[in-house]
């Protein structure tokens, strides 16, 4: 079993639809990164979280600690929010590497 | 302020030939890392390093090689390419160990490597 699960593995939306999208992890995390990744292109990241809840325009970033999952909402979708999203957890303990999901591909229709 | 460079964006390798992946960073990051993205796989570490002069294995290290001589840069080496290594690979840098305190990470466009 994978460290970090993502789902859905692929999403189709409408432009304007409300979009979420999971990932779950089994390992005890100092951070949780959610990436977003063009096609063809570089990866940015969108959010850095330990707790709680951050938003930054349309894009918000939830994470429970507690049930080891958090979730990446976008509000008002946008056919330019075509990408994929990736999730990724630092490991607590000093480890040096990120454990990455295998990323949501979402594709929003205008 | 240029963020994370990789150079070249796309090269094909015949089987055994050597190539350098250079990654260069003008943030003053401490923390850089090469990482390799296949279909169907999260990204996987291949070496990272924590300042010039300092370099480690991550989960996928055999066939490269890396080296720190400055904080700006951190080139991957591939020493005698092969198809397996037919991959797209993304350096990534951060502020200090990054992910143990959690600061962000920036990572560069990506070089799309095809081994034939």
Request: charged share 15%; proline share 4%.
């Amino acid at each position: 079993k994978n460290e970090v699960e993502q789902s859905p593995q692929n999403l189709t939306a409408q432009e304007g639809e409300f979009i979420t999208i999971n990932c779950s992890y089994s390992v005890g995390i100092s951070a949780l990164h959610w990436l977003q990744q063009h096609p063809g292109g570089g990866i940015v990241s969108l959010f850095m979280l330990s707790s709680g809840k951050k938003k930054h325009g349309r894009l918000i970033a939830t994470i429970n600690i507690q049930e080891k999952h958090s979730s990446l909402h976008i509000t008002a979708s946008h056919p330019r929010d075509s990408a994929v999203y990736i999730c990724a957890v630092g490991l607590q303990g000093g480890s040096e590497k990120l454990v990455f999901g295998k990323g949501t591909k979402l594709t929003v229709n205008p | 302020n240029a963020g994370v460079t990789q150079t070249p964006k796309f090269q094909v390798l015949k089987t055994g030939q050597s190539m350098t992946l250079q990654c260069a960073q003008d943030m003053n990051h401490e923390y850089m890392s090469w990482y390799r993205q296949d279909p169907g796989m999260g990204l996987r570490l291949i070496h990272y390093s924590v300042g010039a002069g300092i370099t480690d294995q991550g989960e996928v290290p055999n066939g490269y090689n890396v080296s720190r001589s400055t904080t700006e840069d951190f080139p991957l080496r591939l020493l005698s390419a092969a198809p397996s290594q037919t991959s797209v690979y993304f350096c990534a840098s951060s502020t200090d160990r990054g992910y143990l305190g959690g600061t962000e990470a920036f990572f560069g466009q990506g070089t799309r490597l095809t081994v034939v």
